[in-house]
Each structure stands twice: as structure tokens, then as C-alpha cells.
């Protein structure tokens, strides 16, 4: 088994307890800001804690669906983590991949958010790198759609 890790930091003025909300809310906020892409959320099994598996389906065009399962919602530490199971992100020989999300408070009021994915492969083949420089893109692209849901609705996700 192959493990090949990718990390980024984005900075944002929306606060850690919005950014985190957003992360835990991820079945609501999906749909209000990318409606284009995705057609639906629905959560199989679980309450939104760790343990829960949700299916998130995409319009046609944009891909097909892909299984979440929650594996981290620690409050405190402002910490968020899910693991794409199944569907057309697990390609081949990605068993299963591991986003983990730190949010760190800025002295502004402001959040810096740590994301780490970890591609969990059945063999060592090396993650192409055009697979990662979509989720890359997927990834800032949803984070910035959320960041200006946030910041046009001061009082969501408080």
C-alpha cells in the first residue's frame, strides 16, 4: 500500500467558529454554494458525527458521486475530518483518501485553515499529478464559495 500526502493553508477573515461550522454543516452548505455541481447530499447512516457516511451526487457533467465518512469532529481544537470511501474520486488504485482539516485562529478574528489529504493507494503507484492539481482546485474553489456564503450571511453558521 502506497500513502502519498498533499497539504495547503488558506487564510480567510471569516472566524474559526464559522469555518468549523461550515466543515460539520457540510451537507447544508454544499448545496447553497455549489447547486451547479451538486445535485444532492444525503446522509446514509449516522447524525452528522464521526461515524457518518454521506453521498454527495453530482450533476451529470460534473461527475458521479463520492461516499464520505466522517472520521473527526473535535470542537476544541477546531479540528474536521472525513474520508472519501467510494465513488469516482477513488480511481483504480486509491483505496480510500483522508482530508483532515485544522482551523487556527488569526489575532485579526480572522482563520487560517491547515488541509492535509493523504491518498491511500493499493500499491505504490505514484498519484499523478493532474489528480492533484484537481482536488487542489476542486478543494480552494468550494473553500472560496463557502468563504463568500459566510461573508455575504454574517449571521449562518454561528
Not at 451538486?38 to 452528522?48: C, F, N, Q, W, Y
Not at 499529478?129 to 449562518?156: C, H, S, W
Amino acid at each position: 500500500m502506497g500513502v502519498f500526502v498533499f497539504e495547503d493553508e488558506i487564510t480567510t477573515t471569516v472566524s474559526p467558529a464559522r469555518v468549523f461550522n461550515s466543515f460539520v454543516k457540510a451537507d447544508v452548505i454544499f448545496l447553497k454554494v455549489a447547486a451547479e455541481h451538486i445535485k444532492s447530499v444525503e446522509t446514509l447512516e449516522g447524525d452528522g458525527g464521526v461515524g457518518t457516511i454521506r453521498k454527495i451526487i453530482f450533476h451529470e457533467g460534473h461527475g458521479g458521486y463520492i461516499k464520505q465518512k466522517i472520521e473527526v469532529v473535535d470542537r476544541e481544537n477546531l479540528q474536521y475530518s472525513d474520508s472519501v470511501i467510494e465513488g469516482d474520486a477513488i480511481v483504480g488504485f486509491i483505496e480510500k483518501i483522508l482530508n483532515e482539516n485544522k482551523i487556527i485562529p488569526t489575532s485579526d478574528g480572522g482563520s487560517i485553515v491547515k488541509s492535509k489529504s493523504t491518498f491511500y493507494t493499493t500499491d505504490d503507484t505514484e498519484i499523478p499529478v493532474q489528480i492533484l492539481t484537481e482536488g487542489k482546485t476542486k478543494r480552494a474553489g468550494m473553500f472560496k464559495a463557502t468563504e463568500a456564503y459566510l461573508l455575504a450571511n454574517p449571521d449562518a453558521f454561528n
